[in-house]
């Protein structure tokens, strides 16, 4: 029997490479990827938590919190589409007209 | 009445400018701004006949004193953003009228329903609801790269920290067994080793959304790309609802074990103070100014927070009040100067006080409301955090506040120098605003006076509200 | 009152009536010679009057309280009648009367008003000597001594045109202050080991051996040191050949009777003081033959006949302190005496050989015993008796002085002395063969003087001889014989003298320069270091409550504002009606209050309350005890004189009258508030229109910006007077972040849900809390106040604001620190008062010192003053640390002192720039022939900031000063003093330069104060004197409330 610690450290190293990649990675893409991957570390805790606890709270939060990424990866790809459109790059390093 | 009003009324509001969006043909569709401000002045004139009703939805939904406070000051807040908006701002008056004030309407109803969130689960959801309209409203200003390049950089960074906040909220809800905030407070003592980490990381997301440093990058930024009315807005209302969720998840039923906040709140102002108040003083852009002394702000309503009390608790309230109308109010004459010398750098204030009076002395009263003087809003506002914070014993907290408050003067100051010293140049005229625009910033101005000659019913309605939390 | 008392009363209120009259009534003194026979027939009554004194011997001591203070006055005035002063009082009155007949010819080619002004100073000379001589104690001696030296100061500036004679007063000035300065210390150690000033006290304690105080020989010697500035002994002897600049009858009276002869007076009159302490005595008797040795070598080689004289009256100093050192203060006494008759003969006939010849070069004299023979005779005969020739009056007195310290044992000087003698012949009888009997070089052709000249020169000559005679005939009146051999001795002396000045000047046998420049390598020193030559002599020409009275008073100005802004746009004349008016209520109230404020009762009067935000205890809560009455009456003094002194403000002058009002509404509640909170709003209202007032109507492009903010300042692209205006609003409001943190912990630990004052001062707070609450206290108003080092906003603030805003900030605001720090920090915090006085005192010592150094460098003129401030805030803050009730006293009466002072000086300034739109010292020059009314407020002005007697800046600081040395930190003392002396050297120079000397080439066309400019002039100066004559007025009231202060402090 897997215990609960074993889905947890599966939760937070899902959480840690997601982390790694939006902290390294320069394309816009890969850092929405690498938030994707953050929010799925989400989903593992809770539903793992939902099963230990025996309490299907967890479960409906996994729900939410899917379906709240799902919008938030939308409104992010529509953004970097917008960007692409104007200045056809998605690297976030040349994306400084703004600094100060 | 039921728990509810006002959620179901900004729904009925949201359908009809959604409808109107819909049937209306044509360029200019000021009326739909006029629709979704008339119905955010409804709903804000029902707001002050709610009452307090017991929780719903199985005590998930509240609506006790502090829901209805912070109610009222988000829909005040919106009705002068949207008042300032019209004729002030083409494209939310233009073609894309409904989209603009549908996603602000979305954004306001996160709003509300965080401040009654009683629960993790509502509460993600409300506070998603609440950001990612935001996010497209950054961008708005589609033609603009400025626009788009803030708002992706927004994006990223809010995404990231909703992230952390929903990782630690998975601890809470693990550790607590449960997702209802009542019971996690009782859950928590100082062998829940996992819902300490969860709450951190929870209080990560919150710094996130109220600007507090290090994670206020995102504010300067899409400040300056943004278009101002909605900035104006976007300063001060997301901001207000993250405290009143901090209230929520960090005091209420707490008790005594709230003590374990103070250190790191105490911290995280000090810095956010510093650093905020710092960084303002290079700045010539007006309106990244007033970001980073948002964010100064932000470090002194911390400073309330970190006093850990229910007069702590209240003076941020009085403190979000004073700021919303003094910061909004500064952005609206930023806005006001900027449409006339398409220039959004203090050096365009360059003589207001001759070229229209009355602007500049509402713009200095927003200043001098921000910088902490006496017979404005802001001192008060100030005063009474730091007030809180020595009752605290946090007197080291109130010093260095106090010493920074004379930085910020500093820049508010050239800001004021600018204004009524230096002399205008030749060619420049009065300037003419929008009647729409010159209202919005006389309610702010009255309200910035009024509270600073008289604060004691805000002050008085925000104790009684703090009070039942601890 | 018994004659004995009235009599000589009357003596010292003649010439004193003389001067006022002379001072105030302006037609008359400008009538020229008819205002000199006021000073003459005053003078002359005078005399005849003190002869009968005299004659009649009068013995009487009477006084009356001066400063008061709990438990006795502190000083008293007063009348000492005894031999002593008799004979003083017919010799002043006598010499200066001669002297005064004399000038009416000597002068008569002065201009009317200038000669006016001639005999004015020359009363109130005659008055202050007069006054010194009567002195009951040493603190009246001190201010009649300070204002004989002020005196002298000006009529050694007489012809204040030639830039010589404005160098030579202020020499002499400063020279003899240096001598005070040791003189203020030492009767300062005296009071506080004693409790009192009174001679008649301290000779009875001397006399029952109850002045075993240690340190007694340095008290001596420092009050001795006074008396080596003004008697000229060495190393202080430099300033009186310089003196010489001044008119000769002006000389003549310096040196016969008046300045010089204080210092020797005052030796003798306290003989039995001196002579407690036989090693000072014979310090003293060393000195004073040195100096009497010294003197007459340089006499030996000098060319001007009135610096023969000169020397010549150091040299004989010299012998008088030497005997007042050997114990013979009698025969000193007696030489004094007799050298007043001769020497005042000498200067007046040198006077009329100059009037003749119109040099002062005896080389280029000659042959004159031929042309003015009346003149040559009673010069000789002046000679011979300061030679020490029988039976002529020096040559008695002279021989006493030698006996009498041969009686001493002190071998030294009496072989010095000896020698002396044998010079003195020398030198005077070079001077006689030079002058009078060599070949003829003079251009012109001298005449006889006339004879108002001649009269007194005859009436003299016949004095000399006939005291002479009598003193033959009479003996040494019951003295010790001196040994037989002395005369004999002395006489052969002299006549050595004679023989070789005769071999040398007449036979030319001997060749006079190989032994000059032999002799005279000190003098060479002391020119070379000390003395710049004086420029050739040349004579210039001849120029010259049931009501909420706090409330009214603090709002009314508000309102003033509040009408100004919307009723008076574009109107200035309304604006300026307004402005008068509303504040002029308030000054009118301020009196009121001021005159029905009970100080029996003590206490907060005058109180209001009512609640303005009941849950948090915050009320409005006036009340006004002794402090905040004065404040508050300075505030309306500065203010009333700030109106007026903008009334020439044309630019946005709604605006700037607008802001004026509103801050001096804060101002008032500030000093009236009890309610701390309240306070600190005011507190904020006071500051912050300060910003706007110095950005917009400040002037601009003279501060350069320096340090950290200089940065931020290049940053934003600012100009300066902005530069200025920033740094001001900023630093001060960093002082009221530490004031509202101080008041928020004091409102959380007290516990109680109330700011005010009273109920604060109720509590008793934990000691460390009061530790850390005071010291935020303390840097909070401190800043406000400009301690070292936080003071750097106020030069550059000050010197940027516009007139009225200088005044006021200066004047008012800075005491506005120095209030809370006293009021809020001392009052509410005393333990922690206690624990950091030290730290106050020391910084306030730093102050004092660094503020009068800074100002010495500055070229600027507002920066001058603007650094003044800082020093004299010192004083303020001195006081106050010292935790006494006198120093209390004392610092209270300087921030009122200083308030209406500093708001004097910055008026002149703002009128001296609007005149010549520069501020720039070295550019400007002669205005005082310009614009006389402005440089005659402000030397009084600086006078007062120097702590002259008789100026309300003296009172304040003779208090700190005492406060200073009672308190647990003596040496506080010292800084202190070396303080008023660096504010001597750079307000006489500021004044110097800009007001005398020849006019300036930069500008023309620079009128005098005008109109409504006079009204703040004439008001504060009249303020400065008042409150200096009469502390009492301003002391009483202070008193009621510092008091009960420190009785918290010092309690256990």
Known sequence: MIGLPAYLILGALVFSIGLFGVLTRRNAVGILLGIELMLNAVNINLVAFARFNGDVAGLVFTLFTISITVAEVAVGLAIVIAIFRVRRTVEADRLDLLRG | ?470 | MAPSVWLPLLVLGLPFVAFVLLAVVAPLRRVGPRAGLVSIGAIALAFGVALTVWIEGFVSETTWAWIPADGGPIATVGLLVDPLSNAMLVLVTLVSLLVQIYSLAYLADERPASLGRYYTYQSLFAFSMLGLVLAPGFLQMFVFWELVGLCSYLLIGYWYERPAAARAAVKAFWITKLGDVGFIIGIVLLWSATGTFEFTDLFEKAQEHALAIPGLPTIMFLIYLGAVGKSAQFPLHVWLPDAMEGPTPVSALIHAATMVTAGVFMVTRTEPLFALVPEVLSLIAWVGAFTALLAATMACVEADIKRVLAYSTISQLGYMMAAAGAGAAFAGFLHLLTHGLFKALLFLAAGAVIHAVGTNDIFRMGGLFRAMPQTGVVFIVGTLALAGVPPLAGFYSKEAVLGGVWEAHLTGPFLMLALTVLLTAFYMFRVVFIAFFARAHAAAHPHEAPWLMRGPLWVLAALTVLVGVRLALGGADGHEETPAWLAPLSVGLALVGFALAWAMYQRRAIDPARIAAALAPIDYLARRHCVRPAAPHRRGPAVAVTLPFLSLITWSPFVGALLIMFTARRRPRAVRLIATVTTGISAALSVWIYAAYDQDTAGFQFYEKFPLVPPLGISYEMGADGISLLMVLLTSIIIGAGVFASWTVTVRNQEFYALLLALVTGVYGVFVSLDLFVLFLFYELAVLPMYLLIGIWGSTGEVRPRGIFAWAFRETGVGTKEYAAMKLTLYLLFGSAFILVGILSLYVNAGAASFSFLDFEATAFPRPLQRWVFLAFYVGFGILAGIWPLHTWSPDGHASAPTAVSMLHAGVLMKLGAYGVVRVGMGLLPEGAADLAWLVGTVACINIVYGALSSMAQTDLKYVIAYSSVSHMGIVMLGAATLTGVGLNGSVFQMFAHGVMTGLFFALVGLVYEKTHSREIGKMGGFGKTMPGIAAAFTIGGLSSLGLPATAGFVAELLTFLGAWRSAHRWWLFPAVAGTFLTAVYVLRVAKQIFWGPPSSHFHDVQDARGPEWVALVALVFVLVLFGMVPGLAIAPIDTATVPLLARITSP
């Open chain 2, 1 to 470: 009445m039921s728990a509810f009003t006002l959620e179901l009324g900004l729904g009925a509001v949201m359908v009809l400018v959604f409808g109107g969006s819909l049937t209306s043909r044509g360029a200019d569709r000021r009326w739909i701004a006029w629709l979704a401000t008339a119905g955010i002045l409804t709903l804000g004139i029902v707001s002050a006949l709610v009452k307090p009703t017991p929780p719903a939805l199985s005590g998930m939904f509240v609506l006790d004193g502090l829901a209805i406070f912070a109610k009222r000051l988000f829909l005040a807040a919106t009705f002068i953003g949207l008042l300032a908006g019209i004729g002030a701002d083409a494209v939310a008056c233009g073609r894309r009228a409904g989209e603009y004030h549908l996603l602000i309407l979305s954004s306001l109803l996160g709003m509300l329903v965080l401040a009654s969130a009683r629960d993790l689960i509502l509460l993600f959801v409300a506070f998603e609801l609440m950001s990612i309209p935001l996010y497209v409203l950054a961008g708005f200003l589609k033609g603009q790269d400025e626009a788009v390049e803030a708002a992706l950089k927004f994006f990223l960074v809010g995404s990231v920290s909703s992230a952390v906040m929903a990782y630690g909220l998975s601890f809470v809800y693990g550790a607590a067994r449960t997702t209802d905030l009542a019971r996690v407070a009782q859950a928590f003592a100082p062998g829940q080793p996992l819902l300490l980490l969860g709450l951190l990381a929870v209080f990560a997301g919150f710094a996130f959304k109220i600007a507090a440093f290090p994670f206020h990058m995102w504010v300067p930024d899409t400040y300056e790309a943004a278009s101002t009315p909605f900035v104006a807005w976007l300063s001060v209302a997301p901001k207000a609802a993250g405290f009143v969720a901090l209230f929520r998840v960090y005091f209420e039923g707490m008790g005594d074990r709230v003590a374990t906040w103070v250190p790191i709140a105490a911290g995280l102002a000090a810095i956010t103070i510093v650093a905020g108040n710092l960084m303002a003083l290079p700045q010539q852009n007006a309106k990244r100014l007033l970001a980073y002394s948002g964010i100064a702000h932000i470090g002194y309503m911390l400073v309330g927070f970190a006093a850990a009390s229910a007069s702590g608790t209240a003076m941020v309230l009085f403190y979000l009040v004073a700021y919303v109308f003094g910061n909004m109010g500064a952005f609206l004459v930023v806005e006001a100067v900027a449409r006339s010398e398409r220039s959004e750098a203090t050096a365009a204030l360059r003589g207001l006080a001759q070229r229209s009076p009355l602007l500049a002395l509402a713009m200095l009263l927003f200043l001098l409301s921000l910088g902490g003087i006496p017979f404005v809003a802001g001192f008060w506002a100030k005063l009474y955090v730091f007030w809180a914070a020595a009752a605290a014993g946090l007197y080291w907290l109130v010093l260095l506040g106090a010493v920074l408050t004379v930085v910020a003067l500093f820049y508010y100051l050239i800001v004021a120098k600018r204004m009524y010293i230096e002399a205008p140049d030749a060619s420049a005229g009065r300037i003419r605003l929008p009647g729409t625009l010159a209202l919005a910033v006389i309610l702010c101005a009255l309200v910035v006076v009024g509270l600073g000659l008289y604060p004691k019913p805000i002050v008085m309605a925000a104790l009684r509200v703090a009070a039942p939390l601890f």
